[in-house]
């Protein structure tokens, strides 16, 4: 056994995944193998379970959604999650991500609580062990999200779900543009990959390289087959897109909270809450869908 696969093995123990997991690497140019993460596919209640487990005490989580036509109507069909790395982990430690199977476990994904007793994993540090709903829910734990408009809107809309702690990093990115070490004006939001690109670490920036999705190739795919992320089993590259949207979150985030003062990120948290509040609003009548497509991509006046 490599001392790469010792290392990834070691820590998914130490997050209490079992089962169906799944290390994924990647190798450069040069051939040298390069950890990409670790990922756990949660589609039955015994996952669910030691999922819960593994999260309970946990402080933040790095979350993303992926489904057909995803937002308040569609379907949510699987949920990343992706609990911070433990304290005192070298920076460049590989996450575990959970890919919470919606599609197969249903409501019970959000609803199902562990039999009393249930010891939490050593990743959490201990803690009361919640229903999934409960920790997405609970405002002392930070949820990280890169646009939560869509994700919000499927989880309270589709299954009852209102985030509560949520910290959306595109928010976060406008700030860091506007107060940050080089402050300028600021006019629209820009997506993951272009944040990557610009804030992770050389390091991290060539993992990232190195191991992505090329994710034009499969927004093509399911433009194709509408149903795409509903299929299962799941293959090894919708594994790998459904990570990779979570597994470098818990960078970005470092990377803002320590270029921002505590007032601009105290007003990013607010400028997160009220992009749910819009999110969780009944639909409005007679809505002018272009003006509404361009707002998404205006950035916050107010921020």
């Known amino acids: 056994m490599s001392t790469l696969t010792s290392h990834l093995q070691n820590l998914a123990s130490a997050f209490g995944m079992r089962g169906n997991v799944k290390l994924l690497t990647a190798k450069l140019k040069d ?5 990409y993460g670790i990922a756990q596919v949660v589609d039955s209640v015994g996952a669910l379970e030691s999922m819960l487990t593994s999260l309970a005490g946990s402080k933040q989580l790095a979350v993303d959604a992926e489904g057909i036509s995803l937002g308040r109507t569609g379907k949510l069909c699987l949920l990343s999650i992706a609990p911070a790395p433990p304290p005192g982990a070298p920076a460049d430690t590989p996450a575990p991500v959970f890919l919470l199977d919606v599609s197969a476990l249903a409501a019970t ?60 990093l595109q928010l976060a990115e406008v700030a860091y543009r ?41 927004r093509d795919a399911y433009e194709r087959d509408p149903g ?23 960078h970005l985030h470092a990377q803002f909270k320590a270029a921002l003062q505590p007032v601009i990120l105290e007003r990013v948290a607010r400028f997160s809450d009220y992009r749910i509040q819009d999110s969780i609003k009944p639909a409005a009548a007679n809505t002018n869908e272009a003006a509404q497509d361009a707002s998404r991509v205006m950035a916050p006046a107010g921020l």
């Open 31 to 35: 051939g040298a193998p390069l950890a």
């Open 109 to 168: 994904a959000f609803k199902h609580r562990p039999a009393a007793g249930t010891s939490s994993g050593a990743a959490g540090g201990g803690g009361p062990v919640r229903t999934l709903q409960e920790v997405l829910e609970c405002g002392r734990v930070t949820k990280l999200l890169y646009d939560v408009r869509c994700d919000a809107e499927a989880l309270y809309h589709q299954h009852g779900v209102r985030l509560g702690g949520a910290v959306d």
């Open 178 to 218: 506007r107060y940050g070490p080089a402050m300028r004006r600021v006019g629209y939001v820009v997506g993951l990959a272009r944040a990557l690109e610009t804030y992770l670490s050389p390091e991290l920036r060539e993992r990232w390289r190195a191991t992505r999705v090329d994710k034009g190739a499969l």
């Open 228 to 250: 795409y992320w509903d299929r299962r089993p799941l293959t090894q590259e919708q594994v790998r897109y459904a990570s990779d949207d979570v597994l470098y979150l818990h």
